[in-house]
């Protein structure tokens, strides 16, 4: 299969899969915090139905931008997962999910509403605090690999948890915040008991809610690629691995969201940055040891 | 070279005949006209040495050399006046030093020494060239309609505009001076213009505050031309020539030229306002804000890079470049630090001035050729959107009475154009997929291949903190207010007409940076290094970026600002008085609701930032000077 073949089908099928998947996850996600809680739980296809529902609401809106921005950020959601997929640059890929999540914190905060600009300040600290370690993980590949392409990476000689073990651990810390897990669901929340009206969501409704959950499936099924990045070699068998161990990490997340209360802002900042200046520091450290 | 002539002389002959003008309206006649003269002229410029890779050019006549040496010394005794009047007595010794061994140099050694060429251009003067000759002018135009706002303002006060604008456009002339010199005595002296320039357009207000600044930023660059001084000495001494060409040949043919090559980066670290220097340029803002704007994007800290970045091939791995690198890489991680706690926009936009111009230091200092791409695509992007921004600031400051973001709740409500071209400075200052963000990725990627791991580090911890800062003020910008009243009618129209060429050139160059990189800079850079391997970012990737600008600017034409849906009032605790900024709270009482920003004092302070980054820097500048001196001696 050519490059130009393999990238059209793997977009597509990120296209058509990954809300698919990325609901299904929720579901899923949903009966094991259920389980967790000790309650059944909703169908495992509840997500989609609140989604149709959604979609079924009256229109209603603060003002006339608002919802183009919430456009933006579900199109840019899904143009980072399609050059993810494809196989294109990480860097690039990064900078278009930051793109992505601006659109997102300005549409909270063009409603003018106090509740939802919190929200949206709120988000604003977590990129800053999740943004460091991010560029290190992809700078984490440059250096194992000599190139930020992931279609390079996948194909490399062996897993890069082997020389990035310290990335990886930096990174699946800032993905409880990525993830909108507690503790770390400071902006919005899936917990009503902590969450402060509704976070920055709070002046959205209708189909514009909708597309904010439908842009958080494809975004966490791309959260979760980057994971897949970690375990995936030019063994065949080595896919199988890869996901497993993505199932493992979604597991621990919903493991530690439901242990954990909301904490204070401080802490969100000051143990991302932390663990981005030793854990991230220290692993690049040792490969430019190995490098140079 | 009689095109290189004209754009220094022809500023000059307007700046002269400006200071005659009284009259508004000669002036505005004058000031236009030979804004478009100069924009023409540099565009001429552009076309005329296109296809040229370096062109250097000899000037017969040492009456000239004899002419500047004769301002100089009239320079130096003004400022020595000055300093002893206004009890500013380091001003006046830096001078007493330094200009004594300018003569004697230029009467004892200068004069022996031929000069090959006194002039050239190559692509990245182009560069600059259109950055003076388009923005700079842009600028001047910009003033016409602020100065007449600001005497307004200040109507108890004698109406000196006529000085101002002789400053302005003196400021022109010695820029296009700096960046066509190749003799370096010439480039002293047009650097040592830009200093007095800047010196009498901050203290322009007379306020004692203004005074103390002026003087604080003449300081530190005389501090700089000093070590200019010392390095046009070293090298005529030591190398027979007072040529950067040559310099840079002696250089990169693996002779060490590290003592003057840290004395000229030494002098473009004074210029370009980075720490320990960095107070002059935020002193700088008590000015009027066309001179922020001039100071911030084409003229004075641009000369301080242009210089770095000229230096480039030589820097790198050795004690010169790692200084620079270093020095750069924590004025960048500091100064965006600092950005975070400032609410006042004109701070806010110097230290983030402070902070790019860092980057673009660290990246000459690592000194390869995709570093260096980096650092000019800064310098563009930079150039065009920090213009915009201080223009827009001083343009919402004289009709909403403020300069505090926290004020600027709702601009978009109350005046519209302003704040969208508000917002496109913004984004072009940080966002992909606007020019800055390209840049920062190639400094990035320039960063972790130069094996500095610690620079690798003040990135991605600065890049998070832009991010922040922007963001924050471009919330509340974005920010919708009901029942705004739109003030926007009462804009000069020179003002509106600079804001909307500058927001569509930041757009533009943002479009075109593909080409420009095609055919500007890479070619710039061949000549530089002979072989230009692998850019920082492939082409590819610069147009899925110019495409994704194009796909925002499509989906803002179909579907901004439409909806069919009810427009409802938003959430409060209480019912919504409607106005959407007070509600009926408990006992009947109405609570009106009031929005603040964050600043992150306790992380973030200036004064802790500016101490960590002052110690830092002067501690990395001593061991890096001890270590040379230490190898001579």
Redesign the interface.
């Known amino acids: 299969m050519d490059r130009l073949t393999y990238i059209i089908v793997a977009v597509a099928a990120y296209l058509i899969l990954a809300p698919l998947a990325g609901g299904l996850l929720a579901g899923v996600d949903r009966r094991i915090t259920a389980r967790m809680q000790g309650r059944v739980g909703p169908p495992i296809l509840q997500p989609f139905y609140d989604v149709f529902k959604l979609f079924e609401k ?8 608002q ?2 921005y919430i ?2 950020f579900l ?1 840019f959601i899904v ?1 980072t997962g399609c050059f993810f997929f494809a196989g294109g ?1 990480l ?2 890929i990064i ?2 999910l ?2 992505a999540s ?1 659109f997102l ?2 549409a ?10 919190i929200g ?2 709120r988000e ?2 977590q ?3 999740y ?2 370690m991010v ?2 993980t992809a ?1 984490g590949f ?2 194992v690999y000599g190139t ?1 392409n992931i279609s390079d990476v996948v194909a490399g000689g062996g897993p890069a948890i082997v020389y990035l073990p310290g990335i990886f651990i930096g990174f699946v810390y800032i993905l409880t915040i990525k993830l909108r897990k507690s503790p770390f669901d400071l902006s919005m929340s899936h917990h009503g008991h902590q969450e402060l ?1 509704k976070g920055l969501t ?2 959205f409704s209708g189909k514009t809610l909708a597309l904010i959950e439908i842009a958080h499936w494809y975004e966490n099924i791309f959260l979760m690629g980057f994971v897949y990045l970690f375990f995936a070699w030019s063994a065949p068998w080595s896919p199988i691995l890869a996901v497993l161990i993505c199932c493992i990490i979604y597991f621990l997340e919903i493991f530690i969201d439901n242990n954990e209360a909301r904490v204070k802002w401080q802490l969100a ?1 000051n143990t991302s ?1 932390i663990a ?2 030793t854990l991230g ?1 220290v692993n ?2 040792v490969l ?1 040891f190995i490098v ?1 | 070279m009689s095109t290189l002539f004209f754009l220094i002389l022809f500023p000059l002959v307007v700046a002269l005949a400006l200071l005659v003008l009284k009259t508004d309206m000669a002036r505005g006649v004058l000031v236009k006209a030979a804004a478009a003269v100069i924009a023409a002229g540099s565009v001429y410029l552009a076309w005329q040495y296109f296809g040229s890779n370096g062109d250097y050019f000899k000037f017969e006549g040492e009456y000239v050399t004899y002419i500047m040496m004769g301002l100089e010394i009239a320079i130096a005794g003004f400022i020595f006046v000055l300093g002893i009047k206004y009890k500013k007595y380091l001003a006046s010794v830096l001078v007493a030093i330094q200009a004594p061994i300018m003569v004697w140099f230029e009467l004892n050694v200068g004069h022996t020494i031929e000069v090959q060429s006194d002039l050239f251009i190559d692509k990245f003067s182009i560069i600059m060239a259109l950055i003076i000759g388009v923005i700079g002018s842009l600028i001047c135009v910009y003033a016409l309609g602020y100065m007449k706002d600001f005497q307004h303002h200040h109507h108890d006060q004698k109406d000196r505009r006529p000085l101002f604008f002789f400053l302005l456009f003196l400021f022109l002339s010695a820029m296009f001076g700096i960046v066509f010199s190749n003799n370096l005595v010439w480039l002293y002296f047009f650097w040592e213009i830009t200093t007095l320039c800047s010196f009498l357009l901050i203290g322009f207000t007379k306020t004692q505050e203004a005074t103390n600044n002026a003087f604080r930023a003449i300081v530190m660059n005389l501090l700089g031309g000093f070590g200019f001084v010392l390095a046009i000495v070293y090298m005529g001494v030591t190398y027979q020539t007072i040529e950067l060409n040559q310099l840079l040949a002696i250089g990169m043919m693996g002779y060490s030229v590290v003592i003057p090559a840290a004395l000229l980066a030494f002098a473009g670290i004074t210029k370009a306002a980075q720490m320990p220097f960095s107070s002059w340029l935020l002193g700088a803002m008590v000015a009027p804000t066309p001179v922020s704007a001039l100071l911030h994007s084409s003229t004075m800290v641009k000369a301080g890079v242009y210089l770095i970045v000229k230096l480039a091939p030589v820097l790198g791995i050795n004690p010169a470049g790692i200084m620079v690198m270093m020095v750069g890489g924590i004025t960048f991680l500091l100064a965006s630090f600092i950005a975070i706690s400032q609410s006042n926009a004109k701070r806010v936009l110097a230290y983030s001035t402070v902070a790019n111009l860092g980057l673009i230091v660290a990246c000459a200092g690592i000194g390869t050729a995709a570093a260096v791409w980096a650092a000019i695509m800064l310098i563009i992007f930079h150039a065009v959107a920090k213009s915009l921004l201080f223009l827009c600031v001083g343009t919402a400051e004289h009709n909403i009475g403020s300069r505090d973001i926290e004020d600027m709740d709702g601009l978009f409500s109350r005046m519209p154009r302003v704040a969208i071209y508000m917002v496109v400075g913004i984004c072009g200052m940080f966002l992909a997929p606007f020019g800055m963000l390209i840049s920062k990725w190639a400094a990035m990627k320039a960063f972790v291949d130069s094996g500095n791991i610690l620079l690798v580090m003040f990135i991605v911890f600065g890049s998070a903190a832009t991010l922040f800062f922007w963001t924050k003020w471009l919330g509340k910008i974005m920010a919708i207010m009901a029942r705004q009243e739109n003030i926007e009618s009462k804009v000069h129209t020179e003002e509106i007409f600079v804001l909307t060429t500058l927001a569509a050139l930041t757009v533009l160059v943002c479009l075109m940076f593909p080409v420009l990189s095609a055919f500007v800079i890479v070619p710039y850079l061949t000549a530089v290094y002979a072989t230009v391997s692998a850019l920082a970012i492939s082409s590819g990737n610069m147009y899925i970026m110019a495409a994704m600008l194009a796909l925002i600017i499509l989906l803002i034409i179909i579907g901004y600002g439409k909806t069919n849906k009810k427009i409802v009032p938003i959430y409060m605790a209480g019912v919504n008085t409607g106005d959407d900024l007070s509600y009926n709270g408990s006992i009947g009482q109405t609570v009106s609701v009031s929005l603040r920003n964050w600043y992150m004092e306790s992380y973030f302070g200036e004064k802790k930032m500016n101490v960590i980054g002052n110690i830092s820097t002067v501690a990395i500048m001593v061991g890096v000077f001890s270590l040379i001196l230490g190898g001579v001696l």
């Open positions: 009256e229109g209603i809106t603060v003002n006339k931008v919802d183009f456009q933006c199109i143009i640059d860097l690039l900078f278009t930051t793109l601006i914190i300005v909270a905060f063009s409603s003018n509403s106090p509740y939802a600009q949206a300040e604003l600290l990129m800053m605090a943004e460091p560029l290190i700078i440059y250096l930020f009206v709070t002046e900042i940055w981005a200046a520091f690049m450290l430019y140079f």
